[in-house]
């Protein structure tokens, strides 16, 4: 059976400076669509999978291009609702060798951040579905976010889809008055599949880290004591030289064994921005596609990869690319 | 002795598709700052004259943007606040042709409109100057854009300041509770230039149209009476051909006399917003360099028309360039 | 009930240089896709009818930067095939003033063309669907295009679609041995409204052209004698005073009654190609919601003008903007 | 037998803003290459003539940059040196509606400025040659620059070339310590043919303006009587309406009669510099072609209107183009 | 006696995304031409050899840019046909860091494919030259390609020009029914140095690659056995550690001893298209110039990976940069 | 007390083709604008302090925007004078891994080479200043250069400004007949700072240098001698491994002790032009702000380090991005 997957989360304008600009340099932004969880369904529906965003853009010409990013790439946009006041938009500028980009977030009051809880109808948004990717950003938007978020949580696991989640966690992003600490928890507990690090555990959960070599998987075995629900823990290491070189690879941990891939190394960047979704598009791909657990963790890591090569939030690379990469040829040859 | 202009409100990113192009078709927005007041600001210094504007920013690369492009015009900027969450932007679609263009406005919660009662320290900032410009745009934006308009009014006022105001009025704007007719009367009643048409008069201060040929005269001589402060009251009116041809001309009451331009002919228009504001500098110049009101209505409205071969809410105009316009030579012969 | 539209016919790619250079002038071109069928879909889809267009692109980038497009616009591709050689490709030269416009067509040879009769399921694609509209571009391409353009026309009239064709023609685009008057006359008699000029209706149907006032009028009736299934014929009027400004009006036979449009003036023109299909879009979509044959056409002809402002093949107006055309209000007035 | 003209005179490199940028809006200058007798030059030799330029470029990539931008129109450039200082600039802003275009020239010491007397072998630059081209620009130039163009025309008459001269006369550009009216008369004895004005044959040659309606038929035929080598005066007229709507015509007086073209309309005009090159190159292909001097006058203004909507000094359009114009067809229908 | 280099094949219109975009993402595509022959004889005539290229254009507006780029890089392009249906084009997609670029040929049935036998006068062509480099391309897009080459070949040889090949071979090129090993080896008889590397000599000639160490050296000893008129056989190397970052190097087998150069390390490659035929063409201008074998070598090597750096096809780069890369300078240091 | 820092010199305008286009390939140049003391200026104004460059700029739209310029960074322009005849000029082509940038001057009797001696009023400007910052290129341009920079510095010293000078060497910019070895020593005199290596030092002053490890020790130490006024000297290294990687450090001798930085990695580089200027930036704030010479280099060499990643010459880097380097980040990670 085709898996068919639901993500839900906002999706921004993203407006960047061309080339290796300064804001204060520029004269021209580009514009380009994204979100932690849209970028997911991009990449799945790119690879050929069944993928549903459910989302809220403002009815004005600029939550229309919004919607029509994504039609463009082939997801199922019959639930996106077309509503409120704004659209959430962040401001990137790239980095380059050792100057950082940097992010303005104006995504306040958005049409997402307000939806009205009970807005979106999850019996029939999860009918025949697989898979529902959340992350840790739509509870930090608003009250309302969190508990439309609960709401598709237990529908989900209701009737039986598997339940992924990126625990992302930036401490700014919570403005509306409540600590990750009191909503995550209550959230996680659906989860089958968690992206996260020590330290998120540690802000979230409580987790405490232990300074030892193997730290990652002491977290995650306390991790799946406190919520049995979760079958896997991955996450994602990153050596930075510079903003135009990076070297990542992934790790695992499957309830008994740790899975870790080899270092890929990027050299030069284009856009960095998404690598982390186009790692959990990956994996979704491949847990769907393998039944494997280090398969799945080298398609994600290599499709994270090969993602820092593209321009956009989005991860427009086959799946013959990637697999390309899983095989070790990074040698960039031409195909004609 | 050297005229010294203040203004005052927000200022804008604008962000607008290059050509002709719809939202939905924009890769990239071109970005370029502007605002009501500001544009007065930026075409008084452009012609020589001393201008400050005040208003607020964030203290982000956005905020630093607006200011670094309100320096390089040759402002005085030492008033202008960094501090707050968001810049205000709106976006630009142009028409042409037949087709109308479209603004969405995103100003919502900016730095600008979350100003405190006090923020600004008006003794200061008018020390020395000579007129003071401001817009119905401002009490709009929130209740405390309103109070402060009314401290900076009451100061003006009692420095001696020429007080000229742009009655501004899209009833869109009003989102904080207030209906203009309870604030402005309050704020214009400081004033002694007011730009205003019939409609505005109607609305905001409930002076009757008549149905007559010379009813912008009634309504001035009415809003006189009811303002006395008021020396000069002035409009213009527009031939709306189509998106691209417009005709224009200004007409100014001053308590005794009528005056009205010829029409000037805009064909083709390369960008029509801040032909008002190029309006209502053009006054300010003309008033303050010729002391003859038909001579400084001609000057606005040859103002106002070049404008709208510039790209961009600022008019970089000379005022050799105005003078040649007045002494009718709409030719566009080549300077070499 | 919703209308279901059915387009059939070439998408290609189209390479323009930008603003007003020459082939000769040119270092990039600009990429858009258009096709005389398809831009009907497309415009009638951004009007929120369902639409399908029904092609073949290469399964190459090429091919699917093509798709992309298109479900970008909202339509139902689900039953585009991705094989063959190559794309069809036409290079645009946009005029200007008393310069003419050129195109280099460069189809030869692509996907379309050689469909193998028999390649679509007509009994699936015209399930549950009100309407299919082809042109006289499609039977011109090549043999098996010609005859799998029959095979749809006979489903679809055997399943009481209404049928729509623009009878297209250019001489130098039938290279593949048969004349129009050889194929086209068996297409044409399954048509309920066909677009048509007196020349087409001579040039195709030996319908001789008398040289009198209402010689339209005349071809026309001629016309249904021969082809008693057509209940209406229409066809547009252009007016070319220069590559910027045209005028143009449209006339419609009911079978009784002869429908005259005013003249739209538009000046300047951004770009004319696809203002013929976009005056078919607006028929269909005039004549499926208002049931006025007036009404219709003054739908199709605003749809049309406006379409000349918009840069590409594809008209993306708005309802409302043809309505308040319809209405008479070319001013071009900005909305905020 | 096939025409060899040749031309005499600087090309410089031309940055302006693109679109309708002020120069202090821009962020980047276009570049192109033009000068007014290069242009005649290519435009010549994009209708099939056969063209050389005689000129000298820096031995620096910008020279080199002019140098190929003439290879690539296919002039014969064997005898352009390469050596000297600097290549001479024009910064050009375009004007619209009725605001002027401004030039900015960078000229000064160029490398053609600085050519020493006696550079060119023009013996060997007039063999088989049946054309000599020249303007008033070069001898405004540089002392050197004037002797070098009495010496080419010595060897150009001695080897019976036709000798056409633009009298161009901008008094800025003198700015060496010699008036025209010291330098020109004797240069202009060689000339056959003379474009030139009432004011210019007054300032130059002191032939007083007779207030009159023919007063240019007198100045002609006092001008004849002062160089009776002349056999043909031509001049143009434009009627500025804004800077971008202009119409144009020619008069030729042949001796005996004057002709004069019909008003050529322009709107909008794209890029009107280059548009008095691409008449005179214009009448010498119609000149060298059809020995009727209304023909010939007839494309040299088609010709030049026709240059006002291409980009850049060079007049890239086909012989069929003028032709066609000529005929009547102003209607700028598309060419499929 | 100056060299004079004559080349034969297909020059092609190059349409690519800028940047580092996908296909999919492009809105606008950069255009050059290149071609694997025409960029021999474009980076000959830069480096002031004089160079004639043959081949075909169809006589439209885009086989005219193609005419123009040739004429501009100073090519004799006086035998150049302009007559046939279409201009071959191919597509190209930029590769980076280990994202592979990718190559989309649209080349079937062009202008040049389609040449008759006997279109060129080789007699004619071949007057007065010294040297004739052609590519297994060409035999490969049809049959009268393949026959025309040897036409030309046999001249060549009779006319005493020194031939090389570069021995070209991409399997998804020969479509029209014959296999290379059918065609090249009857033609490769005339030539004096080739381009080849043991799998294309196993490929087409048979020759078994011995897996030992000097296999190339084996292969080019059995190579000269079978085609004694060869002197020369040469061939590159590259590691590729990515898209961005190769390493070339070159070898030369000159029937005795094997040369073979320094690695050159490329990091960022800007465009690694055309890259071989730079080195062609620095081995051409080499044994020209040097008659030292290892001289040659290096010279094409060090042209071949400067090439890399160079957007485009073409080689622009100068003598001198050349040669201070053979003297091992790769500091890139800024010249002033 | 705030520091203020004057400089004084030309400031270009710096025309570049964009991405690594070759000159020959440019259809456009990006406009920037850069001067070595005036990019000084720039950095000084962006971190905070007070500075004021003095300078002169034709009174036309190139000497206006080269003024914004300055306006927009926040330096103080009001002793810039507007007058003369042109604006220096100068043409950069970016290199890129081997391939060298090249840089064509066209500086030649610009508005500021021709400045008069006594032009300006150095009484006035250094009122309040505390540092004077000057270069060898002024002296170079002309006899009234060097002389006005003479008055300057005495004006500077009697005032006890800090006095820094580049003794910036280029031998092809000194052409009005004297060596800098006449004039440089005269100037240096009142230095307390100077930026110079052992080959300027040996060239302009006569100090032989020792072949020894520490010949820059030895030269400081002669040139101390000979100009007892500095008490400090200051040096850059760069180790060019191409293009588009660099390592650099900085030197510096205080009289007694000799301090050196580590070497900075950039790869890739943006643009090195300013390079220099933004280490003598960094040196005069962190000397400024940190009173420790091994701190202040530090701060230099890495603001240097980070101009590589900003395209143009100025420095739009922060204090706090600066700052985060010394501490050893050059991650370049991402902020949000």
Redesign the interface.
Known sequence: MRNKIITFGEMMMR?SP??????????????IFGGCESNVAVALANWGLYAAHITRFPA???G??AL??L????LDTCFIQLKG??LG?Y?L?N????????????R??SAFAEIEVGSFDWEQIFEGATWFHWSGITPALSQNCAEECKRALAVAQKKNLFISADIYY?S?LWKYGKRPSEVMPELVQYCDLVLANEQNMEEIFGIGIENVENSFLISCKKMKEKFPQISKIVDTERI??????NQIRAKLFNGTDLFITDY?D?????D?IGGGDAFMAGLIYGLSTYKDDQKALDFGICAS??K?????DAN??SVA?VE??VRGD???????
Chains 1, 2, 3, 4, 5, 6 share one sequence.
């Open positions: 407006l061309p080339n290796f600009q300064r804001f204060e340099q520029a004269h021209s932004l580009e514009v004005n010409p600029l229309n291009s029509q990013f039609q463009r790439q082939g006041e704004r938009l401001f500028e980095g380059v060798a050792m100057r950082s980009g940097r992010i303005v977030y104006d306040y009051r930036r700014n930075s030289i510079s903003a135009s070189h890929q990027i050299d030069p960047i284009v960095r990869a090969l820092h090569t593209i321009e956009g427009l690379i690319e390309n990469l990074h040698s960039g040859r031409l195909r004609r």
